[in-house]
């Protein structure tokens, strides 16, 4: 990103220095090399880095709900997992709640693959934008917790 700063800065008036940094953002941003860049690439390079302990309670969390250990999260870890919590009621069938869980899911999923399986690497780029709100660690791993009643478990 500071490359990225000091090429805008450092650029003129002159057409040449607008192509190339324009090359350079595109350089910078389109991690997919498709000649275009997705929000998500763009909000993947601004985000800050995490700590060490933000990675471990992301990582203990997503250990915690994937409960046959696959390395992906689907509706069935999240049955099993909350299952006192989803048992249907009249108000609520199985149905209404695998559609909730499958919505939920979705919020974790690549931008366009909605496939119902969160993988490491997706549940991971998810906690890293909410990462990237909150200051302090211990916030951040509190509002783990509240969002997923989890206590974490030290590995």
């Known amino acids: 990103m500071e490359k990225l700063r000091r ?21 910078e941003f389109d ?18 880095p995490m700590s060490e302990r933000r990675q471990k309670a992301i990582s203990n969390l997503f250990d915690s709900i994937d409960v046959n250990e696959d390395d992906q999260i ?18 609520r069938s199985s149905q209404n709640i695998d559609d909730a869980l499958r919505h939920f899911l979705n919020k974790f999923n690549t931008p366009g693959q909605h496939d119902g399986i969160i993988d490491r690497a ?9 990462s990237a709100t909150i200051k302090e660690d ?4 509190h509002v783990l917790r509240s969002l997923f009643d ?3 478990i030290n590995k």
Not at 85 to 90: I, N, R, S, V, Y
Not at 122 to 130: D, H, I, R, T, Y
Not at 138 to 141: D, V
């Open 122 to 130: 997706e549940f991971f780029g998810s906690c890293s934008m909410l």
């Open 31 to 48: 991690k997919k090399h498709n000649g275009q860049i997705d929000l998500s690439e763009f909000l993947q390079q601004l985000r800050p």
């Open 7 to 27: 090429r805008l800065l450092e650029s003129a008036t002159k057409q040449s220095d607008f192509v190339e940094t324009f090359t350079a953002i595109d350089r």
């Open 150 to 152: 989890f206590r974490f």
């Open 74 to 91: 689907t509706i069935m870890d999240l049955k099993t997992k909350f299952a006192d919590q989803l048992k249907p009621t009249k108000r």
């Open 138 to 141: 211990i916030y951040f791993e």
